[in-house]
């Protein structure tokens, strides 16, 4: 069975840092490219990072770029969003996706929430 | 990183038809034949329903289909069902390594 599931969301103060985490199972984690893809409550998709199936390249949405940094260990099967410096406007459920080829996303996990507030 | 332009709600009776918009520019949907849809209930993650403008993955049904011309992709809802209220977003390949995605439709079975 296909998984991804979140975990590290939380309750942060601005300016602060986070560490998002996504386990993967059920396919060959280390031939797939990875996104995060987030959701501010009440609010549509946005896509937040990009990192290739080997790690090669990492893309960036304009509004985290030089904030966030997104890794994968395919030895684990996971992939991480690390968040700094966090914003008030960061406030979103994060997804983690795999890409579906072609610039589709073809699973999704659940989500994992992440509150900025001071 | 524009969003792309969707109408905020749809809506349609059981059994008929609804066709939702996304309308980008020539750099993201008129560009490229990477347009995909999604569907979201409330509380739930979205789930791919069509990719390639008008592919459909294993399991969505034939009811769901996809087309687009210049700038603008279109989603459409044969024999609509009660189980296809929900939140529909298109997303499309924005050049330069960016994904890009619309506001988002919600569609109203009446």
């Known amino acids: 069975q296909v998984q991804l599931v979140e975990s590290g969301g939380g309750v942060v103060q601005p300016g602060g840092s986070l560490r998002l985490s996504c386990a993967a199972s059920?396919?060959?984690?280390?031939?797939?490219?990875m996104l995060w893809v987030r959701q501010a409550p009440g609010k549509g998709l946005e896509w937040v990072a990009f990192?290739?199936?080997?790690?090669?390249?990492?893309y960036y949405a304009d509004s985290v770029r030089g904030r966030f940094t997104i890794s994968r260990d395919n030895f684990k099967s996971m992939v991480y969003l690390h968040m700094n410096s966090l914003r008030v406007e960061d406030r979103a459920v994060y997804y983690c996706?795999?890409?579906?080829?072609?610039?589709?996303?073809?699973?999704w996990g659940k989500g994992t929430t992440v509150t900025v507030s001071s | 990183q524009s969003a792309l332009t969707q109408p905020p709600s749809a809506s349609g009776s059981p059994g008929q038809s609804v066709t939702i918009s996304c309308t980008g520019t020539?750099?993201?949907?008129?560009?490229?034949?990477?347009v995909s849809w999604y569907q979201q209930h409330p509380g739930k993650a979205p789930e791919l329903m069509i990719y390639?403008?008008?592919k459909r993955p294993s399991g969505v049904p034939d009811r769901f289909s996809g087309s687009k011309s210049g700038n603008t992709a279109s989603l459409t809802v044969s024999g609509l069902q009660a189980e296809d209220e929900a939140d529909y977003y298109c997303?499309?390949?924005?050049?330069?390594?960016?994904?890009?995605f619309g506001g988002g439709t919600k569609l109203t079975v009446l």
């Open positions: 996706a795999k890409d579906g080829d072609k610039y589709s996303v073809d699973v």
């Open positions: 059920g396919f060959a984690f280390g031939g797939y490219g």
């Open positions: 020539s750099s993201d949907v008129g560009g490229y034949n990477y």
């Open positions: 390639e403008v008008n």
């Open positions: 997303s499309s390949y924005g050049g330069r390594n960016n994904w890009v």
């Open positions: 990192i290739r199936y080997d790690g090669s390249d990492k």
